[in-house]
């Protein structure tokens, strides 16, 4: 097997470098959701824990707000609102997200190997010295700080009790972040060192630290990464959301700002807050998850259930974003979203199962019949004015980017496609 090389700050990766050995599916002992069996080892291997900046970037813009979050009580209805003018898709229905009604699925006797005792008690946060305020989103306030004992600088995540509004006691969301967090072990996932907390009962995440989060990264630069880079940057994406998935874990709100990295180029997955686990049948979930740059356009127009499919989306917009340093599709409103993606990618026809989507009849939606992604993202470029990408490169966009979800491409075929292989056959 090839495995990418180390690599600087100021260029990752070239053109050139092979990034990934091919592996056979067959050979693949890992179970998937769609198969219908859990393997909690997922992609396995050591890993290295890493720090999270929080979700919310320094770099924020009006397409990059949370649009709701799930309440601690989550059969209670959801009222927050985009804060743009006008009734949401959304709003034209309610949903709840009961766990009691979820399916029992027996998973095998295998351990965690990240998983802590929390029965043990947890450790104090003045063990560490706080340094400055890394940042500040929607689900706590990040600090970079130093352990006293060992002197090595770790990431304090405070968390916000007050985030889930209504409810008394410790949010859900933390709950769930931290809870995943430390069971989960993976190089692309952020993982959690342990939990402290202060003499007021406020708690703590401490992870270990990072340098950049994906989006602060991309607008501090002054051109678009490299083929090779963005390479190098996805095949770690879709490990992680591989491992996510294979331990029947929805993001629900991958965006580049939530992507860590550091001056190795390691990208960390960060932000699990409006996470969840799911079963198999499905079941209604909130629609009000993702933010609106990223979001599926089944949320968008109203689905009542949704699976991986709404990550995969959520890849390819930030593939785009990698090779164009700007994200494809910035609405301000789910109106505008949904009118944006159309625009760019023509009106789906009855076969996408959108057509038939509550929010499609309401909107009344104007037909485009051309796809315009291949003129975004060229084969060749005489300008230099849009990015270049190749056949390969196109296709796999192209089947992130599938109106109908079940015809969307999955984390594990992604990972086997030939963009990723052509250039180790070339070399």
């Given amino acids: 097997m090839v495995h990418p090389p180390n690599i600087s700050l100021s260029r990752w990766a070239s053109d050139s470098d092979s990034p990934r050995a091919p592996r056979d599916i067959a050979d693949d002992p890992c179970s998937s959701p769609e198969s219908g069996e859990i393997q909690r080892e997922g992609s396995g291997g050591s890993r290295t824990r890493v720090s999270s900046s929080d979700g919310e970037s320094s770099f924020e813009t009006p397409g990059e ?14 009222d927050k609102h985009d804060g743009n003018a006008g009734v949401g898709i959304n709003q034209l229905y309610s949903d709840s997200e009961d766990d009691v009604d979820l399916p029992k699925i027996e998973e095998p006797a295998v351990p965690m190997r990240g998983s802590i005792n929390m029965l043990q008690g947890c450790r104090s946060v003045f063990e560490y010295e706080k340094l400055n305020k890394i940042n500040e989103g929607t689900y706590g306030v990040v600090y970079r700080a130093r352990d006293k004992k060992s002197g090595e600088i770790v990431a304090l995540k405070k968390v916000k009790m007050d985030v889930d509004k209504g409810c008394d006691g410790f949010p859900m969301s933390a709950l769930r972040e931290i809870n995943i967090l430390l069971s989960f072990n993976h190089p692309s996932v952020v993982g959690v060192k342990e939990v402290v907390m202060d003499d007021f009962d406020g708690v703590y995440m401490v992870m270990e630290y990072m340098e950049y989060d994906l989006k602060g990264l991309m607008d501090s630069m002054k051109q678009p990464f490299s083929i090779g880079e963005v390479k190098y940057l996805m095949l770690q994406l879709l490990n992680g ?9 929805l993001h629900r709100d991958l965006k580049s700002s939530n992507l860590l990295v550091n001056k190795e180029g390691e990208l960390k997955i960060c932000d699990l807050g409006l996470s969840r686990q799911y079963g198999s049948p499905l079941k209604p979930y909130t629609p009000l998850v993702v933010t609106l740059w990223y979001r599926a356009p ?6 009542k259930q ?25 609405g301000k409103t789910e109106v505008d979203q949904i009118d944006k993606i159309f625009r760019m990618l023509g009106t789906p026809d009855e076969k996408s199962g959108l057509s038939k989507l509550p929010g499609f009849k309401v909107n009344s939606v104007k037909q485009q019949c051309y796809n315009h992604l291949r003129k975004k993202f060229p084969a060749a470029s005489f300008t230099g004015s849009s990015p270049v990408l190749s056949e390969s490169g196109f296709d796999l966009l192209k089947r992130l980017l599938s109106y109908n979800p079940a015809e969307r491409i999955t984390a594990r075929d992604a990972l086997n496609h030939n963009w990723f292989l052509l250039q180790i056959l070339l070399t």
């Avoid at 707000?65 to 959801?78: P, R």
């Avoid at 089944?298 to 689905?303: A, D, F, N, P």
């Avoid at 949704?306 to 910035?330: H, N, P, Q, R």
Wanted: hydrophobic share 45%; proline share 0%.
């Fill in 65 to 78: 707000n949370y649009y709701g979050e799930e309440l601690c009580d989550e059969n209670m209805n959801i």
């Fill in 241 to 249: 959301v591989e491992y996510l998935h294979d331990n029947w874990v």
């Fill in 298 to 303: 089944e949320i968008l127009l109203g689905t």
């Fill in 306 to 330: 949704y699976s991986t499919a709404i990550d995969m989306w959520s890849v390819g917009c930030i593939m785009a974003e990698l090779l164009a340093k700007d994200a494809l599709f910035k």
